[in-house]
């Protein structure tokens, strides 16, 4: 059963004539006390209801806002949601006049509207702060540098918060001694490029080279430099490491480090330099087969263990690392000519938060030590 149409243009008429009159408006601060209600209109509203037709301005644009939202589509279908601020409702009297029709009752009659109160929101919590993030790109000194990491952006949020971050210092006094495992290197002559990202110059290798250590392979993606070096070994800060990143078929990472001290030229290094991008995001293509990265892998291959992170945002942890032991060699021409590009870009040591860093003492049968 529904009403004829024709009487909905006066009644609608009637009701929007009470409504200015009694001050009806939409997104009005909530009541402190919800009006009193009886009906079904006055049932709770659901936990997700739908948000209110916003109606904002002036009287007359109200009026005209509300008119057009009734004469738009099928009056009987309609539904209109309003609501009332009790104040300018009660407010709109006159001393002494009678008082009104119960708005909702008197709206309740008309099809497709439903009153629906506006509760007192719940008080809310409080919050803390959203932490803002510098919109800076990550580098090794000021406001972008490794004490800020975190605060750059979200995702390197771990590089404060994470308990087994790299660099360490390693001190062979608090290292767990024993035999280990050779570490299996498979490495072949490799095409390549050599890219200057910004915060180092990376070799990135195509070909089959891999390791395989504590019954993984992983495969080499890339190596890269740092001056000096982030590792520091029994309190001695070597002028700069190579960084060897591989990665398992499962996605784990193992980092091989290999530790350089000035000395005579490494003649890797030699190749690697004498196609140095100089421009950041400059790329250089080696020539094919170029490298060979088991020409910089000293002759004792010993090495300390332990779990750690990358050294670079978003420092993710789960990394294997290995330090070999033994240096490898580096000169100085050569080293002027990086610290030139890069004067430094090595991360801090981090704390070791009672990690455990393995010692190879021995290497086991079918090393070469
Ligand atoms: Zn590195």
Redesign the pocket.
Known sequence: MTKSPRTLPMVRLALLTFLLASGVHAQEPPPATPLPVTGPAAAPAPEAPTPPARVEGTRIDIESQLRDAMNSGDPTKKKLNLLIDRKSASGSLAPGSPPPLNPVDHLQREPGIVIRQQRAAPKPAPKQAAPVYKNIPWSYEGEGGPGHWAQLKPEYTTCASGQRQSPIAIEDADTLKGPAEAIAFNYMPSSGTVVNNGH?IEVQLSGDNSLTVRGQTYRLQQF?F?HPA?ERINSRVYPMVA?FVHRSDAGQLA?LAVLLEEGPANPLIQKVWTHMPLDVKDHVPLPADLIHVGEILPRDQRYYQYMGSL??PPCTEGVLWLVLKQPASISAEQLRLFSQLYPHNARPVQSLNGRPVRDALLIAPGGRP
Do not use: A, I, S
């Open positions: 180092t890269h740092h982030e960084h980092v050294t670079t």
